[in-house]
């Protein structure tokens, strides 16, 4: 899955998805995707994160308290 980084405008791809989709974790590893090369992975924190239409990420993926508000 692809994101962006709202920083920079890059696009980031996720390579652990099951620790994006879970609430209780505040960063996810993924690599840059730009140029030609294969970007080495990092951790991104997810409230740095957006889908590349720039709608901001759903609330069940950063929040373990969502279901309360």
Do not use: N
């Not at 899955?1 to 960063?27: A, N, W």
């Amino acid at each position: 899955m692809y994101l962006k980084d709202r920083t920079s405008g890059d696009l980031v791809e996720i390579t652990t998805l099951d620790t994006l989709f879970d609430p209780c974790r505040k960063h996810v590893q993924g690599r840059f995707h730009a140029g030609e090369e294969l970007q080495d992975e990092q951790t991104f924190a997810k409230q740095e994160l957006a889908f590349p239409s720039a709608e901001p990420l759903p609330r069940c993926w950063l929040d373990p308290r969502y279901k309360q508000h």
